[in-house]
């Protein structure tokens, strides 16, 4: 099942809780930039074992204005251990689909 994110404000959003109904068993994270400027966005897997330690899928990615990019390799994590998470810049509007 898919899990559909409206980002409009903030800049850092969880995108799935550790140890939750969710699943790390992901297979694509879809980034909509909807904004008519770029947007810098990182997604990374965050342990609260050390919070200084973020494996990043992305790190300060540029999306285009209206456009998207698409994750879709080696994206499966144990959800016990880490949370996904997304920083992005504060002037936020993006949509987020994570099948």
Do not use: R
Request: aromatic share 10%; charged share 20%; hydrophobic share 35%.
């Amino acid at each position: 099942m898919a899990k559909y994110v409206n980002i409009t404000s903030g800049t850092s959003t969880v995108l799935l809780q550790k140890n939750t109904q969710d699943t790390g068993k992901i297979s694509k994270v879809y980034i909509s930039n909807n904004n008519s400027t770029a947007e810098g966005v990182s997604v990374y897997l965050e342990t609260e074992a050390d919070a200084s330690v973020d494996y990043y899928f992305i790190k300060d990615l540029s999306i285009p204005a209206k456009t998207a990019f698409v994750l879709d390799d080696c994206l499966s994590f144990d959800i016990s251990l880490y949370k996904l998470k997304i920083d992005h810049d504060s002037s936020t509007n993006l949509t987020i689909i994570i099948k």
